[in-house]
């Protein structure tokens, strides 16, 4: 935006947020886990191509998309791969809440999806490609880790890395939590949109029109 021409004080930065805290997961399901849509902007191909050479990994998938073959055809081949095309609700939360990570091998730039606030609040460990947003948000070794782009033998060796390592695991569950915290919380959330609320009233009060603005007149209901 600020190369298209807009003055980067007149930009603010809202995320996404949870209504209400689920608390932390136990992250005690031993699998890695998919959520999203099966498209090849996803990385599908790519979380494919990983397993490949984790096939004694478990991985659960919930998702559906027009790649969702590959991932039929994987969950077939392999007795360690789970997918679901869909889920209620109540049971999407408890096989997130159980997660040793989330994998989103975007080849595409993401906004700000949800599931990251999600996974975040369940303190699960986001692996996902450094790109875009999605590699700002996740900050390796913190809160998550980073693949580059299209990089199958990077996510198997991380997923790998991270399944055998409960040290590093229980260290990035403890920074996704706290990135919640810091920053994702409804309550967090209504404090950040009323800041932009007063400093958008201030700078117009501040204005030419600001200044010379006067109210319209509250209308007294009429009497029933």
Excluded at 172 to 179: I, K, Q, V, Y
Aim: charged share 25%.
């Amino acid at each position: 935006m600020i190369e298209g021409g807009y003055s980067g004080d007149h930009i603010h930065y809202k995320p996404n947020f949870l209504a209400s805290d689920p608390g932390i997961g136990t992250g005690d399901g031993g699998y890695a886990m998919y959520l999203g849509r099966l498209s090849p902007d996803k990385g599908i191909e790519v979380l494919v191509k990983a397993w490949d050479d984790l096939d004694d990994m478990p991985l659960q998938v919930v998702g559906k998309g027009p790649m969702q073959e590959p991932i039929t055809k994987l969950a077939e081949q392999n007795e360690h791969v789970t997918h679901h095309d869909w889920v209620e609700f109540e049971q999407l939360g408890d096989i997130l809440s159980r997660a040793a990570c989330l994998l989103l091998p975007t080849l595409n730039y993401e906004g700000f999806p949800r599931v990251l606030v999600e996974a975040f609040a369940y303190g699960v460990p986001v692996v996902t490609t450094n790109l875009g947003a999605m590699g700002r948000v996740i900050v390796d070794g913190e809160n998550g880790r980073h693949i580059e782009y299209g990089d199958a033998e990077g996510l198997t060796r991380i997923v790998r890395e991270l399944m055998n390592d409960p040290e590093q695991r229980e260290h990035l569950r403890r920074g996704a939590r706290r990135a919640y915290e810091d920053y994702y919380t409804a309550e967090i959330n209504y404090q950040t949109m009323m800041s932009i609320y007063r400093q958008a009233r201030e700078r117009f009060e501040r204005s030419p029109r600001g200044r010379n603005f006067t109210p319209p007149k509250t209308k007294t209901p009429a009497a029933v």
